[in-house]
């Protein structure tokens, strides 16, 4: 049969039961979208990672606790070990541009008998220098606030609107942890940054943090060397840090030091490692699919039994019917790719503006992987699932095929 023959014969048989084949393609519909959908909200949050990264500027590096074999550079079970006399210590070296330790906690925050919770940051003054962020009202954190461990705090653009409205908010008092604070300024409209809304953040100094919250370590040290080397900063850490924790010759680091080449690379990792997971899960629905095309193609075969008999008495031969029914399958398969393929492409795009209305700074591209590899699939299960019922269909004995009732 000729290729034209074999689409109209197909696309005729598919026509007669619309209803039938709509549930069929309806699988293979819904993994193709699945696995667009997926890639493509993993790639458009590596790039978001990336750039969040990048946009600390170069020579960053991170020190957080744990020991590098813990394999995440962010565990919460890692024990603790660094400490704000570890910063002060790296903050000495003529070879360091800009240091700070932090300690993050969740927390509430009353004003004007407002209760609001946002995200306390103990820090310093080199915050707004990392992040390029700088207040709208008042001043932000002195060191001598930090050395002094003083009462003061300085609000993100939400939780200042939230406690005193269109109020100056700087020189008012706002109770946090059950300690009275002095409000000495408001960041500007800064949105998110990671996966944190910087506009809920609570700034105080990261000594007083460490008072209140009754912790004797930092969460993690950022730092910026004036070396040409990033490796060379990040060995010279490292020698300070250990000769601190007098760790000997041959011992693991207690640390986890970290350029930002690495935790591009690492952040590249998660993503990726998540995208196969989701994906992988997202592909049983197409083999859920295409056990759902073999059996509606053996239903088929088993109704055109006197078709295929008559067929094949006129002359027809056993591969003629072989390549009908399996091009009926390829066509079936075929179709639901292409609309799993534009569903993937509109629920990909109403996906990421949806995210981009909670977290500005994600952007909408289509994974040319997940694309391909809809369109690859699609055919290869149409040739896979559909072989058999058609096989079955080519060996009919055309003389009991026409005895069929």
Same mark, same amino acid.
């Given at each position: /049969?000729?290729?034209?023959?074999?689409?109209?014969?197909?696309?005729?048989?598919? @026509?007669?039961?619309?209803?039938?084949?709509?549930?069929?393609?309806?699988?293979?519909?819904?993994?193709?979208?699945?696995?667009?959908?997926?890639?493509?909200?993993?790639?458009?949050?590596?790039? *978001?990672?990336?750039?969040?990264?990048?946009?600390?500027?170069?020579?960053?590096?991170?020190?957080?606790?744990?020991?590098?074999?813990?394999?995440?550079?962010?565990?919460?079970?890692?024990?603790?070990?660094?400490?704000?006399?570890?910063?002060?210590?790296?903050?000495?070296?003529?070879?360091?541009?800009?240091?700070?330790?932090?300690?993050?906690?969740?927390?509430?925050?009353?004003?004007?008998?407002?209760?609001?919770?946002?995200?306390?940051?103990?820090?310093?003054?080199?915050? $707004?220098?990392?992040?390029?962020?700088?207040?709208?009202?008042?001043?932000?954190?002195?060191?001598?606030?930090?050395?002094? %461990?003083?009462?003061?705090?300085?609000?993100? *653009?939400? $939780?200042?609107?939230?406690?005193?409205?269109?109020?100056? +908010? !700087?020189?008012?008092?706002?109770?946090?942890?059950?300690?009275?604070?002095? !409000?000495?300024?408001?960041?500007?409209?800064?949105?998110? %940054?990671?996966?944190?809304?910087?506009? %809920?953040?609570?700034?105080?100094?990261?000594?007083?943090?460490?008072?209140?919250?009754?912790?004797?370590?930092?969460? +993690?040290?950022?730092?910026?060397?004036?070396?040409?080397?990033?490796?060379?900063? /990040?060995?010279?850490?490292?020698?300070?840090?250990?000769?601190?924790?007098?760790?000997?010759?041959?011992?693991?680091?207690?640390?986890?030091?970290?350029?930002?080449?690495?935790?591009?690379? #690492?952040?590249?990792?998660?993503?990726? $490692?998540?995208?196969?997971?989701?994906?992988?899960?997202? &592909?049983?629905?197409?083999?859920?699919?295409?056990?759902?095309? /073999?059996?509606?193609?053996?239903?088929?075969?088993?109704?055109?039994?006197?078709?295929?008999?008559?067929?094949?008495? @006129?002359?027809?031969?056993? %591969?003629?019917?072989?390549?009908?029914?399996?091009?009926? &399958?390829?066509?079936? #398969?075929?179709?639901?790719?292409?609309?799993?393929?534009?569903?993937?492409?509109?629920?990909?795009?109403?996906?990421?503006?949806?995210?981009?209305?909670?977290?500005?700074?994600?952007?909408?591209?289509?994974?040319?992987?997940?694309? +391909?590899?809809?369109?690859?699939?699609?055919?290869?299960?149409?040739?896979?699932?559909?072989?058999?019922?058609?096989?079955?269909?080519?060996?009919?004995?055309?003389?009991?095929?026409?005895?069929?009732?």
């Amino acid at each position: /049969m000729h290729v034209r023959d074999l689409i109209k014969s197909a696309m005729d048989s598919l @026509l007669r039961t619309k209803g039938r084949t709509a549930l069929t393609m309806l699988g293979i519909v819904i993994g193709i979208t699945s696995v667009i959908l997926v890639l493509s909200i993993a790639e458009a949050a590596e790039r *978001y990672i990336v750039s969040t990264v990048n946009s600390f500027g170069s020579g960053l590096i991170m020190v957080a606790n744990g020991p590098p074999s813990s394999g995440s550079f962010t565990s919460a079970f890692a024990e603790e070990v660094l400490t704000y006399d570890d910063l002060k210590a790296i903050q000495q070296k003529s070879w360091i541009d800009l240091a700070i330790a932090s300690v993050e906690q969740t927390d509430k925050i009353i004003a004007n008998g407002i209760e609001r919770e946002g995200k306390v940051t103990g820090t310093m003054p080199d915050e $707004i220098k990392f992040y390029d962020i700088k207040p709208a009202e008042g001043v932000f954190l002195a060191q001598e606030d930090v050395d002094s %461990r003083s009462r003061v705090t300085v609000l993100g *653009y939400e $939780i200042a609107r939230d406690l005193y409205g269109d109020e100056n +908010a !700087v020189g008012k008092t706002a109770r946090i942890s059950r300690q009275n604070f002095r !409000v000495i300024g408001v960041m500007e409209k800064t949105g998110t %940054r990671g996966f944190d809304n910087v506009d %809920r953040n609570i700034y105080i100094p990261v000594t007083s943090a460490l008072d209140m919250y009754s912790k004797k370590y930092v969460q +993690a040290l950022v730092i910026r060397t004036n070396l040409l080397s990033i490796t060379d900063g /990040m060995r010279r850490i490292q020698d300070v840090l250990r000769d601190r924790h007098n760790i000997d010759l041959g011992e693991e680091d207690d640390f986890n030091v970290l350029s930002q080449e690495e935790l591009v690379k #690492t952040a590249t990792q998660i993503t990726d $490692i998540l995208g196969i997971l989701l994906t992988a899960i997202a &592909a049983i629905s197409l083999v859920v699919g295409g056990i759902g095309i /073999m059996n509606i193609m053996y239903v088929t075969v088993t109704e055109r039994t006197r078709e295929i008999g008559l067929r094949k008495a @006129l002359g027809a031969r056993s %591969r003629d019917v072989l390549a009908q029914f399996l091009f009926e &399958a390829i066509v079936l #398969t075929g179709i639901g790719g292409l609309i799993g393929v534009l569903l993937g492409i509109a629920f990909s795009f109403l996906a990421i503006v949806a995210i981009s209305s909670f977290q500005s700074g994600w952007t909408f591209s289509i994974s040319t992987t997940g694309m +391909a590899l809809g369109f690859i699939v699609s055919a290869t299960i149409g040739v896979v699932f559909g072989y058999a019922p058609a096989r079955k269909a080519s060996n009919l004995n055309p003389i009991e095929a026409l005895r069929k009732e």
